[in-house]
Each structure stands twice: as structure tokens, then as C-alpha cells.
């Protein structure tokens, strides 16, 4: 203290109490889930849930909205596009049973019905547009969008077919076979008629996938991905090229992604240019690899329905049986992501301009607003405990925060928190907390759809 002389006598000036500002200026990074609390920046999110951050601000994340099916349960959910006869896009479906439906002036039957895990490929057969369907132990289904559709009695089991250069290839159901045929006709796997079988590099597992890119094959087997290459018109294809894998390859979550395949395995999501494959998103630790993981890509970003282990409360979903609780949101150009919890999606389909979903075991598409068919999911962007870089007590004064909706705030010292309402409003607010604690973090919530909420500060002093 220093002493001052005064004509009324001497007094003791007491200093001013100096505070300090931790500014967060954008959320752009989203959550590291590899490093400890202690170890983040004050300014990172150790945990973060159905925001959107790619603008920088907290907006809202992607939720799903119906698309008229209301009441009938679905499995899975696929589209056929027909750009003849002004026909094109038909969204279809499978309910519990395998009834197959599709939409046209209203929810209409196709009176075929395929039980199970159905794939699908839009296909040109003689001459016609067409969409087959079939699942690994049922027959091909034809259907051109305008007649009855029919079924392909002696087609082989398929789990997977897409074509490459002149000819067509299929995975059957076995594991083991690879068939061709350069007929471009799912009718015909004869090898006395231009058809082939492909002997796939030995070993890695059983076949589970074939998909074209940039003019070669790849066959994706458990626990490794081979290149098969075909050498000009009338070329024989032939294998070539093996890459291991340490984790099992999960093939529904396969998914041609422009220029390049991405896909989840047991050690994590990969993205793969045809020469080399690259880990993505390690900084996400909570995806929990399984059977019911499925995947699709649309407008340029690579989405991907997943298991994940949260903490805290449960979130839409996940207070019930599901399957799949989160949906990650991958963008392969710049490498940004978002994370969507709460939902349990279990088949996806990519649109003209929209991605189709079951999700909840009822048939939507994925919209900007984070809610499930209109009921809200809670937002959550938590930053760590941190000792904000000083091991001097804080005392946490207030924050000052712009948000459009209405949030709640949580200060948390790790022995006891602090909520408080905050309303929605076009100016920036101020908002006084009183909170010590020698390590610091606070929390974001929201349950407001169209969300914004933006450079927040915390404005604290050492003690």
C-alpha cells in the first residue's frame, strides 16, 4: 500500500483491481479428444455436440426432418433416378417387413418385398433405366420406374456390383467370389459370354465391397483394399496392388467421396486416393467402430453414422435402444467436421439435393436445424478445466457473450459449478458469475433451434 499525505491526514490508497480478459474470438477448431484437459488451451473445446463452428460462430448443427412417411417403420432408404420420361428422382423405401415403397403423388407400394439389408444400383439394362435391388440372399429386383418390377430368378447372391470401364462387377454373398462381365448385363455372369471370375490378393478376410475410381477397381476385403486394373478396351482384369489394414473394415461405411473413398475401420476413419490412405479425425476419440455404422456423401462432405461414447446426460436417442447415436459430418477439401448426437441413423441415401435418413427406424432427410422431427437437441460447447496459464486463485466476474437465442451458462472450478439463463439478444450481454476456483471452465448449452453465438470473454482477476 502506499501512503499519501492530505490535507484531511494521511490514508492508505488501495490499488485498483486489475482484471484480465480470455478472449475466444472464433470456435473454428471443434474438440481435441486426444490430449488431456489439462494440456488444451483455455480457448479449445474439450467437448462439443450438435453446433455447427464452421462459420466460427456456434450455430446450429444438422438434425432431421420428415419427408410425408409418417407412422410406417422403415430400415432402409435408397433413390432411383430416371432422367428419361421427366421421371427423375424417386425416393424408396423398405419397411420392417422388407414391403418395398416409393415415392410418387404420395407413398405408393411396389408389392415386391426384400427382407433384410437391401443394396441398390441405378443401372442401364438394355437399353432402359432401371434400378435393381436385392439383399445377400434374395434374387435381383428390377424396376424401370414405370412397370411392374420383377425379379432376376438366377442371379447370383450379391453383396456389392458397380462397373468399371466396360465391364460390370459383383461381389457375391460368399466372400470369396468376384464376378465380371463386360455385357454390362446383371443377368448374364456366364464365363463362356465375356464373363470372368477375379481372384482378389489372398488372405485380409472375406470380400465385402467393389467400387470404381478413376478408371481402376477396388475390392474391399476385412482388413485391406486391392487395386484391380484394367488395361484398355477389351483388357482382362487383373489384381494388382494390396493395402493392409489394421482394423477391420466396416463396408457399409464405403463411400465414393469425389476423387477419393473414405471409409471407417477399427482403427478409424480413412481416406483413400488409390495409391495411399490417410487417417483422418484422430482427434475424435469416441467413435466406437460396429456393424451398424453406415456412411454416404453429398454436397461435398462425407457423412458418416457412427456409435460414439459421450459423457453427461443422454441426448435424444440415446434415452432409448439404438443403434447409432451420432452422425459425423466430414468435409475431405478442408478437412472441417461437425459432430451430431442424439441420432440414430441406419441408412443413408445421397439426392439430388438432399440426404435421405432412417433414422429412429422412420424415414427423413437431414435439414440445418438441430432437431429430430421437430423435438429439439441440446447443444453443448464445453471448454476445459484449465488454469487459464497461472497457478494463482482466479475469481471468474462475469462474461460477456453475443448469443441470438437463449442459452445457458455453466461455470464449473471442479469442485462445484454455476448456471445461469441467459436470454437471446440482437447486443452483445454481460453476464455476472462470481466464481473462484484455481482452475476454470465454462460451458454453452442450447435447446433454442437457429442458434448463433459468438466471441465470448471471460473477464476474471488473480487472487
Known amino acids: 500500500m502506499k501512503k499519501v499525505n492530505s490535507?484531511?491526514?494521511?490514508?492508505?490508497?488501495?490499488?485498483?483491481?486489475?482484471?484480465?480478459?480470455?478472449?475466444?474470438?472464433?470456435?473454428?477448431?471443434?474438440?481435441?479428444?486426444?490430449?488431456?484437459?489439462?494440456?488444451?488451451?483455455?480457448?479449445?473445446?474439450?467437448?462439443?455436440?450438435?453446433?455447427?463452428?464452421?462459420?466460427?460462430?456456434?450455430?446450429?448443427?444438422?438434425?432431421?426432418t420428415g419427408?410425408?412417411?409418417?407412422?410406417?417403420?422403415?430400415?432402409?432408404?435408397?433413390?432411383?433416378?430416371?432422367?428419361?420420361?421427366?421421371?427423375?428422382?424417386?425416393?424408396?423405401?423398405?419397411?420392417?417387413?422388407?414391403?418395398?415403397?416409393y415415392i410418387k403423388n404420395g407413398v405408393q407400394s411396389l408389392h415386391i418385398t426384400l427382407p433384410g439389408r437391401i443394396y441398390t444400383?441405378?443401372?442401364?439394362?438394355?437399353?432402359?433405366?432401371?434400378?435393381?435391388?436385392?439383399?445377400?440372399?434374395?434374387?435381383?429386383?428390377?424396376?424401370?420406374?414405370?412397370?411392374?418390377?420383377?425379379?432376376?430368378?438366377?442371379?447370383?447372391?450379391?453383396?456389392?456390383?458397380?462397373?468399371?470401364?466396360?465391364?460390370?462387377?459383383?461381389?457375391?454373398?460368399?466372400?470369396?467370389?468376384?464376378?465380371?462381365?463386360?455385357?454390362?448385363?446383371?443377368?448374364?455372369?456366364?464365363?463362356?459370354?465375356?464373363?470372368g471370375i477375379l481372384t482378389p490378393a489372398e488372405g485380409s478376410g472375406r470380400v465385402g465391397k467393389v467400387m470404381s475410381l478413376m478408371g481402376h477397381l477396388y475390392v474391399f476385403k476385412d482388413f485391406s483394399v486391392s487395386r484391380v486394373s484394367i488395361s484398355g478396351s477389351g483388357g482382362v482384369p487383373k489384381a494388382a496392388g494390396n493395402h493392409i489394414f489394421g482394423g477391420r473394415i466396416f463396408f457399409d461405411t464405403v463411400a465414393l467421396c469425389g476423387n477419393k473413398i473414405m471409409?471407417?475401420?477399427?482403427?478409424?476413419?480413412?481416406?483413400?486416393?488409390?495409391?495411399?490412405?490417410?487417417?483422418?479425425?484422430?482427434?475424435?476419440?469416441?467413435?466406437?467402430?460396429?456393424?451398424?455404422?453406415?456412411?454416404?456423401?453429398?454436397?461435398?462432405?462425407?457423412?458418416?453414422?457412427?456409435?460414439?461414447?459421450?459423457?453427461?446426460?443422454?441426448?435424444?436417442?440415446?434415452?432409448?435402444?439404438?443403434?447409432?447415436?451420432?452422425?459425423?459430418?466430414?468435409?475431405?477439401?478442408?478437412?472441417?467436421?461437425?459432430l451430431s448426437r442424439g441420432m440414430d441413423i441406419t441408412s443413408m441415401a445421397a439426392g439430388d439435393d438432399a440426404m435421405y435418413v432412417v433414422c429412429g427406424g422412420n424415414a427423413g432427410r437431414l435439414s440445418p436445424l438441430a432437431q429430430v422431427f421437430s423435438a429439439p437437441l441440446l447443444k453443448l460447447w464445453k471448454s476445459p478445466l484449465s488454469d487459464l496459464g497461472s497457478e494463482r486463485i482466479k475469481f471468474l466476474r462475469e462474461i460477456h457473450i453475443d448469443t441470438a437465442g437463449a442459452i445457458v451458462l455453466t461455470v464449473d472450478n471442479g469442485a462445484e459449478s454455476k448456471s445461469v439463463q441467459v436470454d437471446g439478444s440482437p447486443q452483445p450481454q454481460r453476464v455476472r458469475v462470481g466464481m473462484r476456483g484455481r482452475k476454470l471452465s465454462f460451458c454453452i448449452e442450447s435447446n433454442e433451434t437457429n442458434a448463433c453465438v459468438a466471441r465470448p470473454v471471460l473477464v476474471y482477476s488473480e487472487v
Not at 489439462?38 to 446450429?60: H, I, Q, R
Not at 425379379?151 to 461381389?171: E, H, Q, R, V, Y
Request: charged fraction near 20%.
Open 121 to 195: 444400383a441405378n443401372y442401364r439394362l438394355h437399353g432402359t433405366e432401371v434400378v435393381l435391388m436385392w439383399t445377400e440372399n434374395s434374387p435381383i429386383a428390377v424396376w424401370d420406374g414405370v412397370n411392374a418390377a420383377y425379379f432376376i430368378t438366377d442371379s447370383p447372391n450379391i453383396k456389392s456390383m458397380d462397373i468399371c470401364g466396360d465391364f460390370a462387377f459383383i461381389a457375391e454373398s460368399d466372400g470369396q467370389t468376384i464376378r465380371y462381365t463386360d455385357e454390362l448385363d446383371p443377368i448374364n455372369w456366364n464365363t463362356d459370354f465375356g464373363g
Open 263 to 338: 471409409f471407417l475401420s477399427g482403427d478409424g476413419l480413412w481416406e483413400f486416393d488409390g495409391l495411399t490412405a490417410k487417417k483422418v479425425l484422430s482427434n475424435i476419440a469416441g467413435i466406437m467402430p460396429s456393424e451398424s455404422a453406415c456412411a454416404a456423401y453429398h454436397g461435398g462432405r462425407y457423412h458418416l453414422a457412427v456409435q460414439y461414447a459421450f459423457g453427461g446426460v443422454p441426448v435424444g436417442c440415446e434415452t432409448a435402444n439404438h443403434l447409432n447415436n451420432a452422425l459425423i459430418t466430414y468435409v475431405p477439401s478442408d478437412g472441417s467436421y461437425t
Open 67 to 101: 419427408i410425408g412417411v409418417a407412422g410406417l417403420p422403415v430400415t432402409n432408404i435408397w433413390r432411383f433416378v430416371k432422367n428419361i420420361d421427366n421421371v427423375g428422382e424417386i425416393v424408396m423405401f423398405s419397411s420392417l417387413l422388407g414391403d418395398v415403397f
Open 7 to 64: 490535507k484531511a491526514g494521511d490514508y492508505l490508497a488501495v490499488p485498483k483491481k486489475q482484471y484480465k480478459n480470455l478472449r475466444i474470438d472464433d470456435f473454428f477448431k471443434g474438440a481435441d479428444g486426444r490430449l488431456d484437459q489439462s494440456v488444451l488451451s483455455p480457448k479449445a473445446a474439450a467437448e462439443t455436440y450438435n453446433f455447427d463452428f464452421s462459420s466460427g460462430a456456434l450455430k446450429d448443427g444438422l438434425g432431421v
